[in-house]
């Protein structure tokens, strides 16, 4: 789950349409709600927005949601003005989540605490409760700081020189919270490195070629495996 930089958001008419309402609002934000017009106009603005700054992946597991995230960075201006139903009525997969759900009834539009996730793993997390640290779009938020990859399992773990109660904290937020160690997730893990190291192997790719490229997922686990990836045996 790397750092996302919500500086590059570009659904600039919502933010303008946000900004007018907390104005004649005392900073109040509109409902996030399927029933009022701020929603039916600004949701898929927003999910496209999240999908282009999040390079097609989900926020906190970093799989794949959308394969040719080059289209639709070409299809913007159109997509900026689709309705709220666009997204799935067309099969893009993912739905926007509140990072902090307990932010989601006051201040439901922060750009701050909304990221596109998986939509199983929306409904999985629910409103249980998140780790503030972990925000991707904190400022201070680096992955590094808190956990690392295991190639031996394809998990991540908490850093060991963590203080206990965050160590817990954030071993809690990856296998019960974000998904990010969920099996399925760690199944899709596995078979991506085992494909990268099957290229290195048969193929004579090395990894230099590999970190040269542009990944599409996973982002995260392999800028922190890349240089034992050619330890890794194909059987794992």
Known sequence: MRKIDKSTFRANEFVKDLKEFETQN??????????YAFYKKNYAPV???LLIQQKGVCAYTEHLLYPNIQEVEEKINQLLLEKEDYPKRKGYLGSIDHYNSNLKKERGWDIQNLFLIHSDL????????TLNELNPANRNYSPRYYFYYSLSDHKFY???TLEHDLKESVRTQLDDVL?????AIVSL???????IKTDI???G???EYFIAVEHNQFFTAFEMCKQDLLDMPLIN
């Open 158 to 160: 908490p850093i060991r």
């Open 122 to 129: 929306n409904r999985d997390k629910g409103i249980k409760e």
């Open 26 to 35: 005392e900073e109040k934000h509109p409902p996030y709600d399927t029933g």
């Open 179 to 183: 998904g990010i160690n969920s099996p």
């Open 201 to 203: 192997k048969l193929l």
């Open 189 to 195: 893990r596995k078979a991506y490195f085992r494909g």
């Open 205 to 207: 790719k090395t990894i």
């Open 47 to 49: 999910f496209f927005s």
